[in-house]
């Protein structure tokens, strides 16, 4: 069975202080990797597609890296409105294409 | 602009009760998605649809049912049968190739009067 675990499951920062979220995967033929942050009481916003091991994809403060079993999600100099649930999601062939297996996402608070 | 427009935001259901979420797309994808997202857990598949008048169960699709007769409307009735219905409803629409993300929407939370 595919399974997304996500790591921590909560994450206090200090403004500026940098960090990384994990992402770690057990899938059959990973063909995509997809990185969500999502606010209270809104849908997820899209980030970063990752397909291949090696891969990094970065936005602003963000960055986005892909091993064979894992992913971090890498903040820098994190500020107070970088708060927010991050979710991962791995899609593979097993069950069908159209379906993401989702972790239970990390829940960031970064204070001024 | 192009988004995903689910609604209502907020939905009241009385016992032995059907009600309908609405979920609309203007972003001419052809794949569209209902997810559930209960705290704690990772969100769950309820059903998903590829193309007009086609649509298929996801890992959770007991207790609700959809329609797909447009490609920009992909609704979900939350029918009596669904003992927990309490939760976050979240549709989702893709691009036309398989791996690209899918794009939410803002969410409807459904609750128990």
């Known amino acids: 069975e595919d399974q997304v675990t996500q790591s921590p499951e909560a994450l206090r920062l200090q403004e500026g202080e940098s960090s990384s979220l994990n992402c770690s995967y057990t899938?059959?033929?990973?063909?995509?990797l997809f990185w969500y942050r999502q606010d209270p009481g809104k849908g997820p916003e899209f980030l970063f597609t990752?397909?291949?091991a090696g891969e990094e994809k970065e936005k602003e403060r963000l960055k986005a890296t892909l091993t064979k079993k894992e992913s971090f999600l890498h903040i820098t100099a994190p500020k107070p409105e970088d708060s927010a649930t991050y979710l991962c999601a791995v899609q593979a062939p097993q069950g069908g294409s159209e379906k993401l297996v989702f972790g239970k996402g990390t829940k960031l608070t970064v204070n001024p | 602009d192009g988004g995903i427009t689910q609604s209502p935001k907020y939905l009241f259901r009385k016992e032995g009760q059907n009600v309908t979420l609405s979920c609309e797309q203007n972003?001419?994808?052809?794949?569209m998605y209902w997810y559930r997202q209960d705290p704690g857990q990772g969100l769950r598949l309820i059903y998903y649809?590829?193309?007009?008048?086609?649509?298929q169960k996801g890992d959770i699709a007991e207790g609700y049912s959809v329609s797909r007769e447009k490609k920009e409307s992909f609704p979900l009735t939350v029918t009596s049968a669904q003992k927990n219905p309490t939760a976050f409803y979240l549709c989702?629409?893709?691009?036309?190739?398989?791996?690209?993300?899918?794009?939410f929407g803002d969410g409807t939370r459904l609750s128990i009067l």
């Open positions: 990752l397909y291949s």
């Open positions: 972003l001419n994808h052809d794949a």
């Open positions: 649809s590829q193309i007009v008048n086609d649509f």
């Open positions: 989702a629409s893709r691009g036309p190739y398989s791996n690209q993300p899918q794009h």
């Open positions: 899938v059959s033929g990973l063909r995509g």
